[in-house]
């Protein structure tokens, strides 16, 4: 069971990372499309819907699910 729990950790890490490269890219490219640069914002709206909100929904229901495991854990300890 820990070992699966290592796994389930990498890869939240690895999508967390994944998010914070998109969202360095979005203010990349927001930035560059104010100086009439192209770096890849409309690329990056297309992968919106398709890969970047899924990454988000991971992300976000990982750490829903980390808050309740720990929760369940503290009360089981208590027990």
Do not use: C, Y
Request: charged content about 10%.
């Amino acid at each position: 069971m820990e070992t699966i729990g290592n796994w389930v950790n990498k890869f939240l890490m690895f999508n967390l990372f994944l998010v914070f490269f998109f969202f360095a890219w979005f203010v990349a490219a927001l930035a560059g499309d104010s100086m009439h640069l192209n770096l890849g914002l409309a690329l990056w709206r297309q992968l919106w819907q398709p890969m970047i909100q899924p990454v988000l929904g991971i992300v976000m229901a990982g750490a829903i699910a980390s808050g309740i495991i720990a929760k369940i854990r503290q009360k089981l300890d208590k027990n």
